[in-house]
């Protein structure tokens, strides 16, 4: 059985797959044992990222050519006239070619996005910002659709397809999905500006128009979604945040501005009031000591004097704990010291029905 030619050389492609595999698993070793000391000693982290995506497809690229060897070899034992084998021969080459296109896309997007995201990381740490994770997961998906498009037109293209009349068809077909989804392409183009422009990045706290408040958790094609205080995911599309005015609390910085306002009564020491204000903020741990807390006189009220404690703290999740904390104090140290904190009031003078006078007649 064995010196039958169709079964000799199907013997001998299994080999030369077993053999593939084996000698990518050589090759994986090597350029572990040689590549990766030699990349270690090297400042960058780019080229041990490059080779642990080669390393991670070596073994496959390996056992995807020891199939078309193998292939190769089964076809010379198959007489021309044993249709049928062929053509099984002939789907197991397609599939295998199709296969070969995937892997490969997929390693040159996962190269792609790696030398990107390296880049990233790299302005990132000279700028201090966190832009890897703005800009890098849109860019993957471009890259990803880009790439993956290119691998349909040379599969197509192998298989004698057309491939200029399906462009010029897709050009018609993308012109008249660009006119009936022009908000969508809209807030896709204003996703790019919000990357380029980056009024805003992922994690920093921002408020919109509407008065909300909220984390940015991601930038995405098409809208942006912010965690709200009450861990409600708000999605908002992108050209609603290009087109208006959004207040950004992390940009340049987290440090953000504490204030406290309270009203007192004319007649009290207003050097006393404005001290244990101070020392309210001075003896708060959150309060940045520069630049120091100061107490200034806003408004003479209807009620009384309007003051203002302003001061600085490092991170704007503090705030609302900060300003909570200081109004109770401020409320316990000016009953205690007795100033009095003024409220609007209403004097409302009444009269009985027989007291009041009718108009007299003229």
Same mark, same amino acid.
């Given at each position: 059985?064995?010196?039958?030619?169709?079964?000799?050389?199907?013997?001998?492609?299994?080999?030369?797959?077993?053999?593939?595999?084996? !000698?990518?698993?050589?090759?994986?070793?090597?350029?572990?044992?040689?590549?990766?000391?030699?990349?270690?000693?090297?400042?960058?982290?780019?080229?041990?990222?490059?080779?642990?995506?080669?390393?991670?497809?070596?073994?496959?690229?390996?056992?995807?050519?020891? $199939?078309?060897?193998?292939?190769?070899?089964?076809?010379?034992?198959?007489?021309?006239?044993?249709?049928?084998?062929?053509? !099984?021969?002939?789907?197991?080459?397609?599939?295998?070619?199709?296969?070969?296109? $995937?892997?490969?896309?997929?390693?040159?997007?996962?190269?792609?996005?790696?030398?990107?995201?390296?880049?990233?990381?790299?302005?990132?740490?000279?700028?201090?910002?966190?832009?890897?994770?703005?800009?890098?997961?849109?860019?993957?998906?471009?890259?990803?659709?880009?790439?993956?498009?290119?691998?349909?037109?040379?599969?197509?293209?192998?298989?004698?397809?057309?491939?200029?009349?399906?462009?010029?068809?897709?050009?018609?077909?993308?012109?008249?999905?660009?006119?009936?989804?022009?908000?969508?392409?809209?807030?896709?183009?204003?996703?790019?500006?919000?990357?380029?422009?980056?009024?805003?990045?992922?994690?920093?706290?921002?408020?919109?128009?509407?008065?909300?408040?909220?984390?940015?958790?991601? !930038?995405?094609?098409?809208?942006?979604?912010?965690?709200?205080?009450?861990?409600?995911?708000?999605?908002?599309?992108?050209?609603?945040?290009?087109?208006?005015?959004?207040?950004?609390?992390?940009?340049?910085?987290?440090?953000?501005?504490?204030?406290?306002?309270?009203?007192?009564?004319?007649?009290?020491?207003?050097?006393?009031?404005?001290?244990?204000?101070?020392?309210?903020?001075?003896?708060?741990?959150?309060?940045?000591?520069?630049?120091?807390?100061?107490?200034?006189?806003?408004?003479?009220?209807?009620?009384?004097?309007?003051?203002?404690?302003?001061?600085?703290?490092?991170?704007?999740?503090?705030? $609302?704990? !900060?300003?909570?904390?200081?109004?109770?104090?401020?409320?316990?140290?000016?009953?205690?010291?007795?100033?009095?904190?003024?409220?609007?009031?209403?004097?409302?003078?009444?009269?009985?029905?027989?007291?009041?006078?009718?108009?007299?007649?003229?």
């Amino acid at each position: 059985m064995f010196e039958h030619p169709i079964v000799k050389n199907i013997l001998t492609a299994v080999l030369v797959i077993i053999a593939a595999g084996f !000698i990518g698993q050589v090759v994986k070793s090597l350029l572990n044992i040689i590549f990766k000391r030699l990349f270690a000693s090297t400042k960058t982290t780019l080229d041990d990222r490059i080779l642990s995506i080669v390393r991670s497809r070596i073994i496959t690229l390996s056992i995807i050519a020891g $199939f078309f060897i193998g292939i190769k070899i089964a076809r010379q034992g198959i007489a021309i006239d044993e249709v049928a084998y062929h053509q !099984i021969l002939d789907y197991v080459s397609v599939a295998l070619y199709i296969v070969l296109v $995937f892997v490969v896309t997929k390693s040159v997007s996962r190269l792609v996005g790696t030398t990107f995201e390296w880049y990233m990381d790299e302005v990132s740490e000279k700028t201090h910002s966190n832009i890897t994770a703005t800009v890098a997961p849109m860019m993957k998906k471009i890259v990803d659709i880009i790439l993956f498009l290119i691998a349909g037109m040379i599969v197509l293209d192998h298989f004698g397809v057309n491939i200029g009349s399906l462009l010029v068809s897709l050009g018609v077909g993308s012109l008249a999905v660009a006119l009936a989804a022009q908000e969508t392409v809209a807030n896709m183009i204003a996703g790019f500006v919000i990357l380029i422009d980056q009024p805003f990045r992922v994690g920093d706290r921002i408020k919109l128009p509407s008065g909300e408040e909220g984390d940015v958790t991601q !930038i995405g094609l098409r809208s942006t979604r912010i965690l709200n205080y009450d861990n409600n995911l708000v999605v908002i599309p992108n050209s609603d945040l290009v087109k208006n005015r959004i207040i950004n609390f992390s940009f340049p910085n987290n440090i953000i501005r504490v204030l406290v306002e309270v009203s007192v009564a004319y007649r009290i020491d207003i050097e006393r009031a404005k001290k244990i204000l101070l020392d309210l903020a001075i003896n708060n741990s959150d309060i940045s000591k520069e630049p120091a807390p100061r107490v200034f006189v806003m408004d003479f009220g209807k009620a009384g004097l309007l003051l203002r404690l302003s001061g600085r703290t490092s991170h704007f999740d503090k705030k $609302f704990e !900060i300003e909570t904390t200081l109004r109770e104090q401020v409320y316990k140290s000016f009953t205690d010291a007795g100033i009095e904190i003024s409220l609007p009031r209403r004097i409302i003078y009444s009269k009985r029905s027989d007291e009041i006078q009718a108009p007299q007649k003229k």
